[in-house]
C-alpha cells in the first residue's frame, strides 16, 4: 500500500463519477472554503447511513462556513443516487468502484477486510489539515469536521 496522505501533505487530484455519473475533479472543488472529504465503507448499511445522515443534518453549518462536503464509497454512481434521493443527502457522493482512490490517500481497512471510514479537512488550498479515523463511531466524523472547521475559520479570520 502506497503512503498515507498526512496532516501537512497536499492532497492528489483525482477525478471520480458522482450520482449522477458525471466526472468530478477534486482540485475543482478547492479555492471557495475548505473541503470536507469522507471515505465511508457502503451505501445503506447501518453505520454509513448514520454518518451520511448525521453530514445531512449538519449540513447548514458546514455550508455556512463556506465548506463543500464530498464522500467517496466503492459503491456505484447508481448506488449512490439511490442512497443519495433515500437519505435526502444535500451534498455530492462520488463513486471509487476500484478503491484507487482510497488506495491514493492510504486509508486503512478495518480488520484487513472492510473499507475504513476516515474524514480528512482540507484547507482551500488543497493542504490536509486533520484526518480522523474511526469505522465504529461514524457520526463523530462530523462533530470532528465541525470543530475543526471551525477553527480553520477562526484562524483564518486572524490572518
Known amino acids: 500500500m502506497r503512503p498515507r496522505v498526512k496532516v501537512g501533505d497536499p492532497v492528489p487530484d483525482f477525478t471520480l463519477p458522482d ?29 454509513c447511513t448514520q454518518q451520511a445522515c448525521s453530514f445531512r443534518d449538519a449540513f447548514e453549518k458546514f455550508t455556512d462556513a463556506g465548506v463543500t462536503v464530498v464522500g467517496v464509497s466503492g459503491d456505484t454512481s447508481e448506488s449512490h443516487e439511490k442512497f443519495t434521493m433515500r437519505n435526502r443527502l444535500p451534498y455530492t457522493l462520488l463513486s471509487d468502484r476500484d478503491g484507487d482512490v482510497r488506495t491514493l490517500f492510504g486509508v486503512p ?5 472492510l473499507p475504513g471510514r476516515t474524514t480528512y479537512i482540507i484547507d482551500r488550498r488543497g493542504v490536509v489539515r486533520h484526518i480522523f479515523d474511526s469505522q465504529f463511531r461514524p457520526t463523530a466524523h462530523v462533530d ?8 480553520l475559520s477562526d484562524d483564518a479570520h486572524l490572518e
Do not use: I
Open 109 to 113: 481497512r478495518t480488520f484487513g477486510l
Open 19 to 47: 450520482a449522477q455519473g458525471q466526472p468530478v475533479r477534486f482540485h475543482d472543488l478547492l479555492g471557495q472554503g475548505c473541503v470536507v472529504l469522507f471515505f465511508y465503507p457502503k451505501d445503506g448499511s447501518p453505520g
Open 144 to 151: 470532528e469536521a465541525l470543530r475543526l472547521v471551525r477553527k
